[in-house]
């Protein structure tokens, strides 16, 4: 059996996010699984040279290797997530590929938009993801506060 593909979509624009995806990585990494994260596998085209090629070659990269996996994993920041990540979970979504959405929001006022929740297989939390079973996927709704 071939190892699981999982493409890791989060933002990591702060030490928070920063903190937040490196930690996912370490889970999954150690889980055995092999995992495309975006951060670890950036585009090299100078962004201040070309930003029109960065931009493309980035789009192109991080939707190929979603096509790729066999499931994507969310970090969910909640409501005011980044949109890029958003946009990567509803692609998946559309092409058929389950979602984990990992919920690491800091705030539980934030909340949850239910376009996020409501597509996602499962809602887990960080700490969960270490013994989240890929195998037989089980669902879980989101309970928390909804937008």
Same mark, same amino acid.
């Given at each position: 059996? !071939? =190892? *699981?593909?999982?493409?890791?979509?989060?933002?990591?624009?702060?030490?928070?996010?920063?903190?937040?995806?490196?930690? /996912? %990585?370490?889970?999954?990494? !150690?889980?055995?699984?092999?995992?495309?994260?975006?951060? +670890?596998?950036?585009?090299?085209?100078?962004?201040? =040279?070309? &930003?029109? +090629?960065?931009?493309?070659?980035?789009?192109?990269?991080?939707?190929?290797?979603?096509?790729?996996?066999?499931?994507?994993?969310?970090?969910?920041?909640? /409501?005011? !997530?980044? !949109? #890029? $990540?958003?946009?990567? /979970? #509803?692609?998946?979504? #559309? $092409?058929?590929?389950?979602?984990? /959405?990992?919920?690491?929001?800091?705030?539980?006022?934030?909340?949850?938009? +239910?376009?996020?929740? %409501?597509?996602?297989?499962?809602?887990? $939390?960080?700490? %969960?993801?270490?013994?989240?079973?890929?195998? *037989?996927?089980?669902? =879980? &709704?989101?309970?928390?506060?909804? +937008?």
């Amino acid at each position: 059996m !071939s =190892k *699981l593909k999982i493409y890791l979509a989060s933002p990591f624009f702060n030490d928070y996010e920063l903190e937040c995806v490196k930690r /996912a %990585e370490e889970i999954l990494f !150690s889980r055995g699984f092999d995992v495309f994260s975006p951060r +670890l596998h950036e585009v090299r085209v100078d962004m201040d =040279k070309n &930003p029109a +090629l960065w931009s493309r070659q980035t789009f192109e990269n991080d939707r190929r290797f979603i096509d790729w996996a066999d499931v994507v994993v969310m970090l969910y920041h909640g /409501a005011y !997530s980044d !949109s #890029g $990540t958003a946009w990567e /979970a #509803g692609y998946a979504c #559309g $092409t058929h590929k389950p979602v984990v /959405a990992v919920h690491v929001g800091s705030d539980p006022e934030n909340g949850s938009n +239910l376009m996020v929740h %409501e597509s996602s297989r499962t809602n887990i $939390t960080l700490g %969960e993801l270490e013994d989240y079973d890929f195998e *037989l996927m089980p669902s =879980k &709704p989101y309970t928390g506060k909804m +937008l």
